[in-house]
Protein backbone atom coordinates (compact mmCIF):
# COMPACT_ATOMS: atom_id res chain seq x y z
CA UNK A 1 0.00 0.00 0.00
CA UNK A 2 1.21 3.51 -0.23
CA UNK A 3 2.04 5.88 1.79
CA UNK A 4 -0.73 8.13 0.26
CA UNK A 5 -3.17 5.46 0.83
CA UNK A 6 -1.95 5.02 4.65
CA UNK A 7 -1.83 8.56 5.14
CA UNK A 8 -5.51 9.03 3.92
CA UNK A 9 -6.40 5.91 6.25
CA UNK A 10 -5.05 7.45 8.87
CA UNK A 11 -6.57 11.26 8.77
CA UNK A 12 -9.70 9.68 8.12
CA UNK A 13 -9.50 7.59 11.35
CA UNK A 14 -8.45 10.42 12.92
CA UNK A 15 -11.40 12.87 12.17
CA UNK A 16 -13.43 10.25 13.24
CA UNK A 17 -12.53 10.07 16.80
CA UNK A 18 -12.93 13.53 17.07
CA UNK A 19 -16.62 13.07 16.29
CA UNK A 20 -18.38 13.96 19.68
CA UNK A 21 -19.57 11.26 21.65
CA UNK A 22 -22.56 10.39 22.49
CA UNK A 23 -22.92 12.05 26.20
CA UNK A 24 -21.80 15.24 24.44
CA UNK A 25 -24.07 14.87 21.52
CA UNK A 26 -27.13 14.15 24.15
CA UNK A 27 -26.28 17.32 25.79
CA UNK A 28 -25.59 19.78 23.49
CA UNK A 29 -27.58 18.15 19.76
CA UNK A 30 -30.44 20.50 21.05
CA UNK A 31 -28.26 23.97 21.34
CA UNK A 32 -25.82 23.24 18.77
CA UNK A 33 -27.84 22.00 15.87
CA UNK A 34 -31.29 22.45 16.34
CA UNK A 35 -32.05 18.74 16.56
CA UNK A 36 -33.29 16.04 18.87
CA UNK A 37 -31.13 13.45 20.64
CA UNK A 38 -32.04 10.86 18.51
CA UNK A 39 -32.28 12.75 15.15
CA UNK A 40 -28.33 13.96 16.07
CA UNK A 41 -27.03 10.39 16.67
CA UNK A 42 -28.58 9.11 12.92
CA UNK A 43 -26.70 11.87 11.88
CA UNK A 44 -23.30 11.50 13.57
CA UNK A 45 -23.67 8.01 11.82
CA UNK A 46 -24.65 8.73 8.80
CA UNK A 47 -21.62 11.03 8.41
CA UNK A 48 -19.37 8.48 10.22
CA UNK A 49 -20.08 5.70 7.27
CA UNK A 50 -20.07 8.94 4.52
CA UNK A 51 -16.62 9.74 6.20
CA UNK A 52 -15.05 6.18 6.21
CA UNK A 53 -16.28 5.65 3.08
CA UNK A 54 -14.75 8.26 1.85
CA UNK A 55 -11.19 7.66 3.44
CA UNK A 56 -11.63 3.95 2.04
CA UNK A 57 -11.99 5.07 -1.88
CA UNK A 58 -9.24 3.77 -3.99
CA UNK A 59 -7.63 1.97 -1.11
CA UNK A 60 -7.30 -1.87 -2.40
CA UNK A 61 -7.71 -4.88 0.09
CA UNK A 62 -4.43 -5.99 1.31
CA UNK A 63 -3.46 -9.20 -0.23
CA UNK A 64 -2.94 -10.75 3.05
CA UNK A 65 -5.65 -11.98 4.61
CA UNK A 66 -6.33 -11.62 8.58
CA UNK A 67 -6.77 -14.94 10.09
CA UNK A 68 -10.39 -16.87 10.50
CA UNK A 69 -10.49 -15.82 14.26
CA UNK A 70 -10.40 -11.95 13.42
CA UNK A 71 -13.16 -11.90 10.99
CA UNK A 72 -15.21 -9.20 10.69
CA UNK A 73 -18.66 -10.23 11.57
CA UNK A 74 -21.72 -8.06 10.51
CA UNK A 75 -23.81 -5.84 12.26
CA UNK A 76 -25.77 -7.15 14.87
CA UNK A 77 -24.29 -10.81 14.91
CA UNK A 78 -22.92 -12.79 17.94
CA UNK A 79 -21.06 -16.18 17.44
CA UNK A 80 -24.24 -17.79 18.62
CA UNK A 81 -25.97 -16.73 16.08
CA UNK A 82 -23.17 -17.40 13.40
CA UNK A 83 -22.87 -20.96 15.10
CA UNK A 84 -26.39 -21.33 14.37
CA UNK A 85 -25.88 -20.49 11.03
CA UNK A 86 -23.17 -23.53 10.47
CA UNK A 87 -24.79 -26.02 8.87
CA UNK A 88 -23.79 -29.49 10.80
CA UNK A 89 -21.07 -32.40 10.00
CA UNK A 90 -22.80 -35.15 8.79
CA UNK A 91 -20.99 -38.34 10.40
CA UNK A 92 -20.20 -41.23 8.29
CA UNK A 93 -22.63 -43.99 7.94
CA UNK A 94 -21.44 -46.55 10.63
CA UNK A 95 -20.29 -44.09 13.15
CA UNK A 96 -23.67 -44.26 15.31
Given amino acids: MSPE ?3 QIYY ?3 RITQYQTV ?3 RKASKAQYG ?3 DE ?4 AYENIIAEARAGL ?4 LPKRRPPENDKVSAPNSSP ?4 EAKPEEVSPK ?3
Fill in 94 to 96: GDE
Fill in 12 to 14: TLK
Fill in 5 to 7: KIE
Fill in 80 to 83: EAEQ
Fill in 23 to 25: SQL
Fill in 40 to 43: AIEY
Fill in 57 to 60: SGVR
Fill in 35 to 37: LDF
